[in-house]
Nanobody, 124 residues
Framework: VQLQASGGGLVHPGGSLRLSCAAS????????MGWFRQAPGKEREFVAH????????FYADSVKGRFTISGDNAKNTVYLQMNSLKPEDTAGYYC??????????????????WGRGTQVTVSS
């Protein structure tokens, strides 16, 4: 199983980035996918989740209206479009996959597989 996140970088406040997470080694279409982030000295926090069918998405209040999660089952890839970026969005961003449903999509413990992070830095 492999989850490879990419697309991070340095961006000015107000700018945009699109993160990608390419998955392999499991049945991507049967898994819910999530994005989390972790800043230095802070706990990993939930950012966004999309269910296995793509019919439902959930967001942290801090990113709602600015970030959009989407998936492409044909490419086994999940995306995170990030607009109107703020300095407080600076963190390592991680994608994760989970095989179970349920309402605890915001909890890191609910996920089975994790990828390595990609760094997002928002600074002027």
């Amino acid at each position: 199983v492999q989850l490879q996140a990419s697309g991070g970088g340095l961006v000015h406040p107000g700018g945009s980035l699109r993160l990608s997470c390419a998955a392999s080694g499991f049945t991507f279409s049967a898994y819910g996918m999530g994005w989390f982030r972790q800043a230095p000295g802070k706990e990993r926090e939930f950012v966004a989740h999309i269910n296995w069918s793509g019919s439902s998405t959930f967001y942290a209040d801090s990113v709602k209206g600015r970030f959009t999660i989407s998936g492409d089952n044909a490419k086994n890839t999940v995306y995170l479009q990030m607009n109107s970026l703020k300095p407080e969005d600076t963190a390592g961003y991680y994608c994760a996959a989970r095989s179970r449903g349920g309402g605890n999509y915001y909890s890191p413990a609910a996920y089975d597989y994790w990828g390595r992070g990609t760094q997002v830095t928002v600074s002027s």
